[in-house]
DNA sequence: TCATCTATATGCAAACTGCACCTAGATGAT
DNA sequence: ATCATCTAGGTGCAGTTTGCATATAGATGA
């Protein structure tokens, strides 16, 4: 059902930067794959609708790839045709670990928006009138 | 203290897209401000060092002001050089609340992939063994 | 006069992304 | 056989964002 998603796109972008990056590395933890099923099994990470074009997904498994934080072989499949598939490395586990910590941090950043938004918005409820 | 960032920057970069930007306008929703100050303000907001180079912050509000979400004019300070005050408008009061939604779908993502690691590093460790 | 602080801004390059488009094997229908 | 379609991987290009260097300029004090 994935691959090339032509038409209109949402076009709003405001999502974490290079977040897919860490959910294909998390993908590949749990065993090898190729770029086709990954971008399918993305969208278990909640994207509604809207996780990636493809071609993103195939410069990251590549860029990931020339960083040596994953390997990849040629795969004869059993239908179609072939199939480029991945596995994780040691170092690429190291960098998942490393990604992990940064994006508790994004969540610490995240949640201090929050706490402020709330702050702001119970001021403005106890004058009664928002324009 | 804040201004020109010299020297070697961390360039790690894996944060949330323009997320300066419901920043910017959640401190602008208390109120009018200037460049400079918002970029020292910005520091509430739990960036460990690292909020965002001074020439982000004018382009941003830049942009935000070609968007009509936020509106300029030119103050003589009580010292130092003149300073550009931008105001929150009904518009970009509107376009804040968009970012907060956005913002907890991002918070909902990112919790999704939390679990999924969570998941896989309890299986790894019934094995055992972790390199 | 000169350095420094405050304040705003531009130029440039690197990175990332979305969209359009291309290649090519496999499969099934006509 | 030919054609459309699905699977699978990939490139080219343009728009956006960002970091770093640099420019401009008023104010202030040595």
Redesign the interface.
Known sequence: MPGRRRGVQNR????????LE??LL?LL??GESHGYELLENLR?????ENPADSSTIYRILRSLENKGFITSRWAEGDSGPARRVYSLS?EG?GYLQM??G?????????????S??QN?MELHHSNGKK?
Do not use: A, Q
């Open positions: 709003c972008g405001r999502r974490i930067n290079r977040f860490p959910c998390l933890h749990g278990r990470f909640g994207f509604s040691p586990d990604w992990v940064d994006l508790e941090e994004t969540d610490r950043i995240l949640h201090r928006f929050f402020e938004y702001h324009t």
